[in-house]
């Protein structure tokens, strides 16, 4: 081989081990963060959870008559406050002075809304647990449609069990839909 060959043949391998160099250089580079992503949230420092109020129902005793009074409960901002006012106004409990007008041990098992119209499936609790007149289904259905009646985007409120259309809880007719009460 001639001097020249040798020479460039030196200058082709610097240049191959060069152009690997800066290309394993690349590929091991950190991954750099774009400074507009958002930091992830520090391990030591607690998320603090926010909390926003929605209205309920409840029974109280006015002058021996069972009356609706409203009470705000508060729920985690990253759930739907519908969810949260249903889920609230059904597992609220009886405490000294109120009762909950919704029969004991009814479940949520979903809930839609859609164009003004929320669709509300209940557990057969709520239909095979209810023990009340006519007054107390009042009570129970206007707890339900005042609830929901807080949310601007809710119109009407379809109230099924296990899926299903339901006649009456005893004597209001519950096989069409609500309007809601603001």
């Known amino acids: 081989m001639s001097k020249g060959g040798r020479v460039f043949l030196v200058i082709f391998l610097l240049c191959a081990c060069l152009a690997g160099g800066v290309y394993y250089a690349l590929q091991n580079q950190p991954m750099k963060v774009s400074p507009t992503a958002p ?10 959870v926010e909390e926003k109020p929605v209205t309920i129902y409840h029974i109280e005793m006015d002058k021996d008559q069972p009356v609706l009074r409203s009470s705000e409960v508060s729920g985690d901002t990253a759930k739907d406050p519908i969810e949260i006012a249903l889920v609230s106004l059904i597992k609220q409990g009886d405490k000294p002075g109120m009762a909950n007008p919704i029969p004991k041990g009814t ?3 979903d809930w839609k809304l859609k164009s003004g119209l929320i669709t509300v499936n209940l557990s057969h609790e709520f239909k095979d647990n209810f023990t009340g007149g006519a007054e107390t289904e009042g009570l129970t259905i206007d707890s339900i449609t005042r609830t929901l009646g807080q949310f601007p ?3 009407r409120v379809r109230i099924l069990v296990e899926g299903q259309t339901i006649d009456t809880l005893g004597n209001i ?3 069409h839909d609500l309007d809601v009460q603001k």
């Open 39 to 48: 930091a992830p949230p520090a391990a030591s420092q607690p998320q603090v």
């Open 153 to 155: 985007k809710i119109k």
């Open 107 to 109: 479940h949520l098992l």
């Open 173 to 175: 007719d519950l096989s």
